[in-house]
């Protein structure tokens, strides 16, 4: 399948940390024929080095700041495209529906846990404590929520996901 370069809506993808808004998006992106952008990897570019240097060296408000910047710019620049964003981008902007469809990967805190082994937590600098995390994904939640033009349960495989997503949109 070709690219169309019709430039088609952006589709927006929230949700937790381990809810598959890379797997699915990267997915979905084929899928619809869309490009895929991952705005954590798109901050590690610009900033060159990785989220858990920048917490650790800049801490997590310098970091949000970084988010609130990358909303702005794909809001204004960035088409046909599926973004996955970073879990704390919908408590940060408001601007996601700005920026395209947004989607809201709903799973339970311990689907995501059952998902996500030590070695991916390591470099997640918010899943380092598994009680802060679900406390974290409670508050986020109702954020998510009231953020989403769709919720889809992502729990499901991913191809699934894709499947209920396109229905969805289209």
Do not use: H
């Given at each position: 399948?070709?690219?169309?370069?019709?430039?088609?809506?952006?589709?927006?993808?929230?949700?937790?940390?381990?809810?598959?808004?890379?797997?699915?998006?990267?997915?979905?992106?084929?899928?619809?024929?869309?490009y895929f952008l991952d705005a954590d990897t798109l901050?590690?570019?610009?900033?060159?080095?990785?989220?858990?240097?920048?917490?650790?060296?800049?801490?997590?408000?310098?970091?949000?700041?970084?988010?609130?910047?990358?909303?702005?710019?794909?809001?204004?620049?960035?088409?046909?495209?599926?973004?996955?964003?970073g879990g704390g981008m919908p408590i940060v902007t408001?601007?996601?529906?700005?920026?395209?469809?947004?989607?809201?990967?709903?799973?339970?805190?311990?689907?995501?846990?059952?998902?996500?082994?030590?070695?991916?937590?390591?470099?997640?600098?918010?899943?380092?404590?598994?009680?802060?995390?679900?406390?974290?994904?409670?508050?986020?939640?109702?954020?998510?929520?009231?953020?989403?033009?769709?919720?889809?349960?992502?729990?499901?495989?991913?191809?699934?996901?894709?499947e209920e997503i396109l229905k969805r949109v289209s």
């Amino acid at each position: 399948m070709g690219i169309s370069y019709r430039c088609p809506d952006n589709i927006v993808l929230i949700g937790f940390m381990g809810s598959g808004k890379s797997t699915v998006g990267r997915l979905l992106a084929r899928e619809s024929g869309r490009y895929f952008l991952d705005a954590d990897t798109l901050i590690e570019s610009q900033q060159g080095r990785a989220i858990p240097e920048i917490f650790e060296k800049e801490g997590e408000e310098y970091f949000r700041a970084l988010e609130r910047e990358s909303a702005e710019w794909m809001a204004a620049c960035v088409r046909g495209t599926v973004i996955s964003t970073g879990g704390g981008m919908p408590i940060v902007t408001e601007r996601l529906r700005d920026m395209g469809r947004v989607v809201y990967l709903e799973i339970a805190f311990e689907k995501i846990v059952e998902r996500i082994d030590s070695a991916q937590r390591s470099r997640r600098p918010l899943f380092s404590d598994l009680e802060k995390a679900e406390e974290l994904f409670e508050r986020r939640r109702k954020i998510y929520e009231s953020r989403a033009d769709i919720t889809v349960d992502a729990s499901a495989p991913a191809e699934r996901v894709v499947e209920e997503i396109l229905k969805r949109v289209s």
